[in-house]
């Protein structure tokens, strides 16, 4: 009888602790933040997203006037693309700064969209 009560107030104490301390996903993971950008007349708007290190990072992206796209280089590595008219949804963990750009060529203007994400 001993062993069974041992037993189950071990279960016990590990259930506590869990629902107090969270898994360690939920510990690791920051808070999701939306965000809209739009790509229209060469820009991004808003060309500047902030956020906290480990925030969940969901981006709907627009092409208003014309197809855009956005990319991120370095440990993101995205590269989403969007026609006329269309959005993307996409996620990612914010780690660290980075620019964002448009990596189309169909007008030489889409080299200058730039944006850039703050993680502090």
Known sequence: MTKTFLGIASVACVAVAAAVLGTPSEAAQGAVRE??????QFAFSPARIEVQKD???KVTFTAVDMPHSFNMDGPYRLAKRAGTGQSVTFEFRATGNATFYCSLTQDERCKNMRGELVVK
């Not at 965000?35 to 229209?40: A, E, K, L, Y």
């Open 35 to 40: 965000f809209t950008v739009s790509g229209d």
């Open 55 to 57: 925030d969940i990072v």
